[in-house]
């Protein structure tokens, strides 16, 4: 199946630090790309819908000035927690439909396990 | 709508074989199934469009009854590697979003 990059795999930061985690599909263009949040031993929360070249779309209850989302190009979508608290501490993941594929099929990242003191 | 998964745990001996199933009350364009294990991100196993097909891939395989707005995963002659959480992911339209059911943790033992 394809590939999708996720960057890092872990960060600890401290209480109101800022932290950006890296999706990239490293063999096909994604105009779509998805970030969930998943807590331990619970399903994959969506939290927004990230599109090439334009604003990424929230899901209810997501604070988009405290999850900023930049899709800048086909291969990279960026998930910035901005003022990171310990509550923010989760997994995150990325995932990039396939254009390409039969259906529209998600590739996930490896994720990301964010812990804030 | 979440998709709901049953059962929500099911433990095997390595070589029996297991089903796992998803319901939606919403009518389906498509559904995805994934595994995930401990820590990892979860991995694409197969995708079923609405028109009732059944596919396969080594020993999984599922099906999707269009009307019935349910598929069905089966593993057969399960090997430890099988061990992990399947979820099921649903799209109500092409295109659309995927909405993950809350996964059933599959162990299997020696």
């Known amino acids: 199946g394809a590939v999708v990059s996720q960057h890092p795999s872990r960060v600890i930061c401290k209480s109101g630090t800022s932290v950006k985690i890296e999706c990239r599909s490293l063999d096909f263009q994604a105009t779509t790309m998805f970030w969930y949040r998943q807590f331990p031993k619970q399903s994959l929360m969506l939290m927004a819908t990230?599109?090439?070249?334009?604003?990424?779309?929230?899901e209810q209850g997501v604070e988009k000035d405290k999850f900023l989302i930049n899709h800048a190009s086909l291969t990279l979508s960026t998930l910035t927690v901005t003022s990171a608290h310990p509550e923010d501490s989760s997994f995150y993941i990325c995932?990039?439909?396939?254009?390409?594929?039969?259906?529209?099929?998600?590739?996930f990242g490896a994720g990301t396990r964010l812990s804030v003191l | 709508q979440q998709p709901v998964q049953s059962p929500q745990a099911v433990i095997l001996r390595e070589g029996e074989d297991a089903v796992i199933n998803c319901s939606s009350s919403k009518a389906l364009y498509s559904v995805h199934w994934y595994r995930q294990k401990h820590g990892e991100a979860p991995v694409f196993l197969m995708i079923l469009l609405k028109g009732g097909e059944q596919k396969g891939h080594e020993k999984i395989s599922a099906s999707f009854n269009e009307k019935k707005q349910q598929s069905s995963l089966y593993l057969t002659a399960s090997q430890l590697s099988y061990s992990g959480t399947y979820f099921c992911?649903?799209?109500?339209?092409?295109?659309?979003?995927?909405?993950f059911g809350e996964g059933t943790q599959l162990t299997v033992n020696p």
């Open positions: 990230s599109n090439e070249g334009s604003k990424a779309t929230y």
């Open positions: 992911g649903t799209e109500i339209a092409s295109g659309s979003r995927l909405t």
């Open positions: 995932s990039a439909r396939d254009p390409g594929g039969p259906g529209n099929i998600q590739y």
